[in-house]
């Protein structure tokens, strides 16, 4: 009769685990699924971060690029006239001025 009493508490003892087997895979399936949304979504910015940062990389160089042409300019003999003319007013010897009148 022992062995009886044993048998019939197996397959509730059996069904319980199974329930809490069950329930643990699907609590373990809810925390993935909902950490997957969140790093797809930190993905998502972070892919959004770089192409913006990628676009003022190129700004950047870009700017560098006219910063070397501006330099390469400022030694010219041309751009030393320019400055000349424009902030000390300097003219060659055979230059005529024309000022309007006030």
Not at 19 to 33: D, G, H, K, N, P
Not at 35 to 53: D, F, G, P
Not at 70 to 80: A, I, M, N, R, S
């Amino acid at each position: 009769m022992g062995r009886n009493h044993r048998r019939k508490s197996k397959p509730n003892q059996n069904r319980f685990a199974m329930a809490a087997v069950s329930f643990v895979v699907v609590v373990l399936l809810a925390v993935i699924s909902f950490k997957s949304v969140e790093l797809q979504a930190k993905s998502n910015t972070y892919s959004n971060r770089i192409s913006v940062l990628e676009k003022e990389i190129k700004k950047e160089e870009d700017r560098t690029k006219e910063i070397a042409e501006y330099k390469k300019y400022v030694k010219t003999k041309k751009y030393v006239e320019e400055v000349a003319k424009d902030k000390l007013g300097l003219v060659y010897e055979d230059e005529v001025l024309f000022k309007p009148e006030k």
